[in-house]
């Protein structure tokens, strides 16, 4: 018991001595919340700047302008006066697309021609261009069937029976998960969670590295009586529980501060904390026992905790992306954390089917920690990494 | 005159000095050039791989037909046929679907009403209800997009004979119909595709990485080793400075102006991903950029203590600057604070031009308010840089000092 409270006593002394632990486990995770809270606070993109060419200028035109304008996601900012300076206003990204009123739009209509409405907009950048020509569509589509409905009402058509003549099959759709189509639900809590897994492993490489770079690692290795178990569980105890306390922190700035959803169990949410931070320790000693130099250490584990984002499926789903990548995002302590996350706050669903993604991290954890134990044990004895740099 | 020769003389040789030093800085520091080349090309290629699917097809959902009439089974084969989704239709009722919904395998349900056929004969209003999982956008819009193609695809269907049976052709009853018709054209990325977006901010945004990571290296090694001096004996002549900086951007910006034709000619010709601009634009574009960037990674590079503190900094501050481009997210969406915060990142205007050029054919006067607004932060800068150089060797010079006393 006494080399487990001396390592644990000295940790807390490197705590407030090393600049950089500090800043990696105290200050930059509360900047990441403080962040990733107010960056997206908005959530959902709201008046998108369109341009709209009307070659017509009819009262029926200028009443289509204002329905597209009228609509949440869409402002219409520009009025280009020919195509070419609308295409350069998307071109220049201030307009996210370009919607042209074609000329003898209103007596089209009139003489019952069918005309069109064109959307020019910009897939380069994705999201915008999708909201806005979901929104263009919407409304034209509204537009159109509102002409249609007056026409057979003109013939005596009762209202409901001209919206039945029109719509036989009607859509209930219901939003699952994310009723609102909440940007900042999906990014912020992926992001946020991320950003913690990423302070983890700096913070237990740099906690041993420090110790290896500087030929302390012998020091280590005697105060813990040369008992590794002990060693390594006073080293990361005291992280393990100060970035669960930032996980909480974490949990409550999305679910309570942002009311975030949170449909299911906060046992399991926490678990799932738990086990997220202990998995991405036992990586991080992974990296530390199989490099040759502390950076080493430090490139590898960045560059594993940088790239899990892009293997959880957040940004594209696992299911879409080639075979190959499939089976390696499996690897990743994050994407199975991430999973959980998601079934457990937006989901919501019950607790019996969150036990797949909970095994594998603890499997996980076994695992990598077995595989790491005789390096990490020849390493300390060494007292430092093969190389300076 | 001759004053003004000398000067030039000397400022000349300690430029020379300071490429040949930085250049071997770089060539002899093993761990430097395998993260260089890491970060540059497998990094990129891995991404590139990793989204190489481009758009997501298939997304399984579950299909619950409480009709099982002939009108309800060609509503779904019709909806069979897009593209976006995979029909399952083996569900007896909602609660098996549920199941399979928990379990990951299914991310939405469709439930088609009883009497669904016999209603629309009868001319009522039938409903179709979709449940569509959002917890991630991009699926989640091809269930929901899908299904609703297809269900105004049988309404249309359904109306336009109904029309005809009364003895109007069809174009007539079409027109009838649809009185308006939306055209849609995406004029850039036209299957919206993930990669053929993501990849080119990402090449812009890794010279942003790959840059600050080099310099914060090479100056950390300097920080630790204590010879900022030796190397470059004339950093603290008077106006000695500006030679160093600018031999140290020479080195950078000319090997960045190797590896940008390289990664873009594996990768995008790899992934097939386009690129609608010459090299020339490129370079053009790119040298602002990339003294930018290089100056703003002398600057920061003071606040590395050691070799590895960069590393660290530039895996935390790569997302971010990338949500900060305003590509991702809209820039309308941010607060204004952040709005005004982006403006001073190189990558922001660096990865807009680079996007603006290469994928979406602009000319080079449509690019040049990233063009002017990068030289201007060049040149803030390399303000900077030339304060914190100076600070920094003036500092080593004490200690020097102070030692030998």
């Not at chain 1, 892009?310 to 994050?334: R, V």
């Not at chain 2, 003389?9 to 060539?27: G, L, M």
């Not at chain 2, 006067?365 to 803030?380: D, F, G, M, Q």
Request: charged residues 15%; contains cysteine; hydrophobic residues 45%.
């Amino acid at each position: 018991m006494k080399p487990f409270l001396n390592i644990i006593n000295r940790e807390f002394r490197m705590l407030f001595h090393n600049k950089a632990i500090f800043i990696f486990a105290v200050i930059l995770p509360i900047i990441a919340i403080l962040f990733f809270n107010t960056l997206l606070s908005k959530g959902v993109a709201r008046d998108l700047p369109i341009a709209v060419l009307d070659l017509d200028n009819s009262s029926i035109s200028r009443n289509l302008i204002s329905q597209l304008d009228a609509t949440p996601e869409i402002l219409v900012k520009y009025k280009p006066i020919d195509q070419l300076e609308g295409e350069r206003l998307v071109k220049e990204i201030k307009a996210y697309g370009l919607v042209i009123i074609p000329a003898n739009f209103a007596s089209d209509l009139k003489q019952g021609k069918q005309t069109k409405v064109i959307n020019q907009y910009n897939s380069n950048v994705l999201l915008p261009s999708g909201l806005e020509n979901k929104a263009f569509r919407k409304v034209v589509a509204t537009f159109s069937a509102g002409v249609n409905i007056q026409k057979q009402m003109a013939n005596g058509t009762s209202i409901s029976q001209a919206k039945a003549n029109f719509q036989p099959i009607t859509s209930d759709n219901h939003v699952l998960s994310n009723p609102y189509t909440n940007y900042s639900y999906y990014l912020n809590s992926g992001f946020l969670t991320y950003f913690l897994q990423i302070f983890v492993i700096l913070t237990t490489i740099y906690c041993f590295g420090v110790d290896l770079k500087y030929n302390k690692g012998e020091k280590l290795y005697n105060i813990g009586k040369e008992n590794l178990p002990v060693i390594i569980f006073a080293k990361t105890l005291p992280y393990t529980l100060w970035f669960l306390f930032i996980g909480i922190l974490m949990y409550y700035s999305m679910f309570v501060l942002q009311d975030f959803p949170l449909t299911g169990n906060k046992i399991i949410l926490l678990l799932g904390l738990f086990l997220l931070i202990t998995s991405t320790q036992a990586f991080s000693l992974l990296f530390i026992a199989v490099s040759r130099s502390f950076r080493e250490a430090l490139t590898f584990g960045s560059g594993f905790a940088a790239v899990s984002l892009s293997f959880s499926g957040i940004t594209f789903p696992i299911f879409g992306m080639p075979k190959f990548i499939q089976y390696l995002s499996q690897i990743f302590p994050f994407t199975h954390y991430f999973e959980l996350f998601v079934d457990q706050t937006q989901r919501g669903i019950p607790i019996f089917f969150s036990f797949k993604p909970i095994l594998i991290l603890i499997f996980i954890n076994v695992f990598v920690f077995l595989i790491s134990y005789k390096k990490l044990n020849k390493l300390l004895k060494r007292g430092s990494f093969l190389e300076r740099t | 005159m001759k004053s003004f020769y000398k000067k030039y003389h000397r400022a000349k040789i300690s430029f020379w000095n300071s490429v040949a030093t930085e250049w071997n800085a770089i060539k002899l520091d093993k761990a430097l050039v395998s993260t260089f080349l890491s970060v540059a090309f497998i990094i990129l290629i891995v991404y590139t791989y990793l989204y190489s699917n481009e758009v997501v097809k298939e997304v399984p959902i579950a299909i619950v037909n409480q009709d099982a009439s002939k009108t309800s089974r060609d509503y779904i084969s019709m909806l069979n046929t897009s593209k976006g989704i995979d029909t399952k239709t083996n569900y007896a009722d909602l609660q098996e679907a549920k199941q399979h919904f928990y379990s990951n395998k299914i991310m939405g349900v469709v439930i088609i009403p009883k009497n669904f056929g016999k209603d629309l004969r009868r001319g009522r209003q039938t409903t179709i209800t979709t449940y569509a999982d959002a917890s991630n956008m991009l699926f989640y819009k091809e269930v929901i997009g899908d299904v609703t193609v297809a269900t105004g695809y049988f309404n249309a269907g359904i109306v336009i004979k109904k029309n005809m049976a009364k003895g109007n052709s069809i174009a007539q009853a079409k027109a009838n119909y649809t009185p308006v018709q939306t055209v849609t054209t995406s004029l850039f990325n036209t299957s919206s595709g993930y990669a053929t977006y993501l990849i080119p901010v990402l090449t812009a945004l890794i010279v942003q990485l790959v840059l600050l990571m080099a310099i914060g290296i090479i100056n950390g090694t300097r920080h630790e080793d204590n010879n900022m001096l030796s190397n470059f004996p004339r950093i603290l002549h008077k106006g000695g400075t500006i030679p160093v900086l600018l031999g140290k951007s020479f080195v950078y910006t000319a090997l960045f102006s190797i590896i940008l034709p390289i990664q873009i000619g594996i990768v995008y010709t790899l992934f097939s991903i386009p690129v609608r601009s010459s090299l020339w634009m490129v370079y053009i574009f790119s040298l602002p950029y990339l003294l930018a960037v290089v100056f703003f990674g002398i600057a920061m590079s003071s606040l590395f203590k050691r070799r590895e503190d960069s590393v660290v900094f530039i895996v935390l501050t790569s997302i971010p600057s990338l949500m900060l481009s305003g590509l991702s997210f809209p820039m309308e969406g941010f607060p204004k604070f952040y709005q005004y915060i982006t403006q001073t990142i190189p990558s922001t205007p660096g990865i807009n031009g680079f996007v603006k050029l290469t994928q979406m054919k602009a000319s080079f006067s449509e690019v040049s308010p990233e063009w002017n607004h990068l030289w201007l932060l060049a040149l803030i800068y390399f303000v900077l840089a030339t304060i914190t150089l100076k600070l920094q060797s003036t500092k080593e010079r004490k200690n020097i000092t102070k030692k030998s006393l």
